[in-house]
Every structure is written in C-alpha cells, then in structure tokens.
C-alpha cells in the first residue's frame, strides 16, 4: 500500500508510522521538520516531504495524494498559547478538506481511505447521540473558547456531510479516542459505535499507542475497515478486572 501521514511528528502520528512501517508499508509524511522521526528515517519505505501542509499549492497536494490507498491526518494544535489561538486556527478543517479536494480532482478508480484521528468531545449526528444540559452548556464554552475543539468538529462534520456515505472516491473513518495517556506496548481496547460513558464528567482512558494500532487496523485490514467506515469510532483501552 501507499500511505499518507499528515501529523506524523505528533505523540500519536509518529507511533502510527513506524507501526506501518513496521509491517514493511509504503508511507509518504509531509512534516515542517524531520528530526522528531528519529531512527525512522532510516527505513528505505519511508518518503519525506519537508513542508507545512497547508502551504502547498492544489497541484503539489493533487501530486501528494496520488496513488494513494490511503490516508491518515494525526494533525493537532500544540497546547501553547500560540498552538491554540494563533494561526491556523482551522489546520485540522482546512487540511482535511484540501486534501480530500485534491483526490477527488485526481479522480482514483479506486476509493482512497481517509482516516482522522479526531475527538471523544465530538458528536456523530448520524446516530442522534444524546447529552446532557451540563455537557452541552461545557461543549458551548468549549466551543467559544478553544479554537482547536471548534476545528476538530470542523473537520469530522466535513467528512460526514460533504464526503458522506457515497462518494466515488473518498471513504472514510473519524476515529474519536478518549482521554489520552502514554504507554510503551499494545494493550486489549474496545471499539464502540458512540460513547458509553461522559467524555466531560466521566471520561475513559486509551493509549496513544493504541489509537495508533486501530488505525493501522482501520488501513491495512478490509475487514475493520467494512465495520467502520463512514462512522466515527469511539476507543478505549480496556479497563483491567478486579481481582
């Protein structure tokens, strides 16, 4: 396969392309710098793109995504001052809908996988999931307040209205994870429809390392991708049983 990973220096993006690469997959990363792939950028499947995503033209980013299989945005806002609140202030949004323009103007005779890595905080519509008046009170301040949340419901809302369920070239899967935490390996997690729990008042945990492993799941394996796509998947690591 080829695949395309925008966010691959991130905490989340860098464990999803050595897991690819690990499985001897063709990965293509479009980063500002480098360095923080560390010894990946010795495996011979791995091409770099040195840029800032947005800054590329329509033709660079329609040559980008060409002869892909797939792609997967891990992009985020740094959680500083100026990550949250200056510019761009919809990276995730204006990402993903560039890069879906751009493969729908190479027009693939087969559809191309895109998978985003999104939020617990967010809303499928199309299963009327429900909230309580506190949580929609704290998602409205949210809202108001954190640019970065409003540009993660952006980007889903563009994938599940504009792309939707039949388009010729484009599938796609939002993959929400709950509150996110640091391990070293691969541990037993769950994958729900919509949330089992408050992502605000009660939240769930899952590893980055995780997140990482379903996606690949999501890309290499047709199976989970049938089951999933055109939804957007809650994940949790599983919680271990009392003894």
């Excluded at 761009?88 to 559809?111: F, G, H, M, S």
């Excluded at 390996?185 to 008042?201: C, D, G, K, Q, T």
Aim: proline share 5%.
């Amino acid at each position: 396969m080829k695949i395309l990973i925008v966010g691959a220096t991130g905490a989340t993006g860098r464990l999803l392309v050595k897991d690819l690469l690990d499985r001897g997959e063709k990965v293509t990363v479009v980063v500002r710098s480098a360095e923080k792939l560390d010894e990946l950028l010795n495996n011979k499947n791995l091409t770099v793109v040195k840029a800032a995503v947005l800054d590329l033209s329509d033709e660079q980013m329609a040559e980008l995504v060409q002869g892909c299989d797939a792609i997967a945005s891990c992009l985020g806002h740094n959680l500083t001052f100026k990550g949250m609140f200056g510019k761009p202030r919809r990276l995730v949004a204006d990402a993903t809908r560039r890069l879906c323009a751009a493969i729908e103007d190479n027009k693939p005779q087969k559809q191309v996988k895109f998978v985003l890595m999104n939020t617990s905080g967010n809303r499928n519509s199309d299963l009327n999931e429900r909230i309580s008046l506190g949580e929609r009170l704290v998602v409205s301040l949210l809202s108001v307040l954190l640019p970065p949340y409003t540009d993660n419901i952006a980007a889903a809302e563009f994938l599940r209205t504009q792309i939707g369920q039949n388009n010729p070239h484009i599938e796609w899967t939002a993959v929400r994870p709950d509150s996110l935490i640091d391990e070293d390996s691969v541990s037993p997690y769950e994958i729900h429809p919509s949330p089992i729990r408050s992502a605000l008042f009660n939240p769930g945990k899952v590893s980055r390392i995780n997140v990482a492993r379903f996606m690949v799941e999501l890309i290499t394996d047709n199976e989970t991708w049938k089951q999933w796509k055109g939804q957007m998947p809650l994940i949790y690591s599983r919680e271990p049983e009392n003894s």
